[in-house]
């Protein structure tokens, strides 16, 4: 049995982390905002000790607002995953930091190796690079940095809660048509980190970077009306636009496809397809 301790743990992924080692085999404890101050390197090797697997989940999550504060999203996103990256090697604990695809410059036109040059377009980008680069550096042999993008679940603000709230409010949603990416249902994505952590503790896995989205592609608009088809909706109430339409503070990158060569090498499959994923979500939440 493995002690885990995840970061975070009142965000989406978190909460859906925190329901699932709760499930299985192995003990887990979850940790959220309130409780551990991550840019603490005190409170954090505190935490961190006796743990065998760390999933960190906290993290600065306005992307906007990073443009403005960009020195206190870094110090979350970047300077807090050094400390945690170094209680994890005081400790002998295997870490995996989750990422974003925000740390590449989105002007690829195939998906994106693990391996591939990053660049970010933000300032939220650059601050999960610098903590990314902290993994890597800390914990070359230990270390794990799972980027994904396009998160949505049960817990928080997501764009196909939005987009269904929007959808009880207008007779038509204009979304944006010129962005792919991976839409990924944070549940799923839990399930990968967890498999990755086992993976990682028997020694299978090789450290460094994995992509955790979900496979296939779409635009934000092609996720609207998948979310609308599935939901019993129209989904010609959907138009495409593009996203000059709806400027924002920080860019965004226009071609967010993560490739996911890497996971062979832990012996694991891929997530599994994205709009499988969206049914599947959208099936238990009209349950509830």
Same mark, same amino acid.
């Given at each position: 049995?493995?002690?885990? &301790? ?8 978190g909460r859906e982390l925190t329901d699932l080692l709760a499930d299985g085999p192995d003990e887990g404890r979850a940790l959220s905002r309130a409780e ?31 443009? +403005? *504060? ?10 807090? /995953?050094?400390?945690?990256? *170094? ?11 989750? +990422?974003?695809? %925000? /740390?590449? @410059? ?17 300032? $939220? ?18 270390? %794990? ?6 998160? %949505?679940? *049960?817990?928080?603000?997501?764009? /196909? ?48 970077? %994995?992509?955790?989205? +979900? ?5 934000? $608009? ?7 088809? &599935?939901?019993?909706?129209? @989904?010609?109430? /959907? ?9 924002? @503070?920080?860019?965004? @990158? +226009? $071609?967010?496809? &993560? ?30």
């Amino acid at each position: 049995m493995s002690r885990w &301790l995840v970061t975070g743990a009142g965000g989406m992924l978190g909460r859906e982390l925190t329901d699932l080692l709760a499930d299985g085999p192995d003990e887990g404890r979850a940790l959220s905002r309130a409780e551990l101050d991550i840019t603490d390197p005190a409170a954090l090797k505190s935490a961190v000790g006796g743990v065998d697997v760390v999933v960190n989940a906290a993290a600065w999550t306005d992307v906007d607002g990073a443009e +403005s *504060s960009e020195a206190d999203a870094t110090a979350v996103n970047g300077t807090a /995953v050094r400390h945690l990256a *170094s209680a994890c090697a005081d400790a002998g604990a295997v870490l995996l930091h989750v +990422s974003t695809d %925000y /740390v590449f @410059p989105g002007d690829a036109t195939a998906p994106i190796p693990e391996d591939a040059p990053t660049g970010p377009v933000n300032a $939220y980008g650059r601050g999960k690079l610098v903590g990314e680069q902290a993994v890597f550096e800390t914990l070359p042999d230990a270390g %794990y940095v799972v980027r994904t993008a396009w998160l %949505y679940g *049960s817990h928080g603000k997501n764009f /196909v809660a939005t987009i269904l709230k929007a959808a009880e409010q207008r007779d038509f949603l204009d979304v944006v048509d010129d962005q792919r990416g991976q839409p990924t249902w944070a549940r799923a994505l839990a399930r990968q980190l967890i498999a990755l952590g086992g993976a990682a503790v028997a020694g299978r896995a090789p450290a460094g970077a %994995y992509h955790g989205t +979900s496979s296939g592609e779409t635009t934000w $608009y092609g996720l609207a009306r998948a979310a609308f088809e &599935l939901t019993g909706l129209d @989904p010609e109430r /959907v138009r495409p636009t593009t996203s000059d339409r709806f400027p924002r @503070p920080a860019p965004r @990158p +226009s $071609y967010s496809v &993560l490739g996911h060569e890497r996971w062979a090498l832990a012996g694991l499959e891929p997530m599994p397809d994205w709009h499988a994923s969206l049914a599947a979500f959208l099936d238990e939440l009209s349950t509830r």
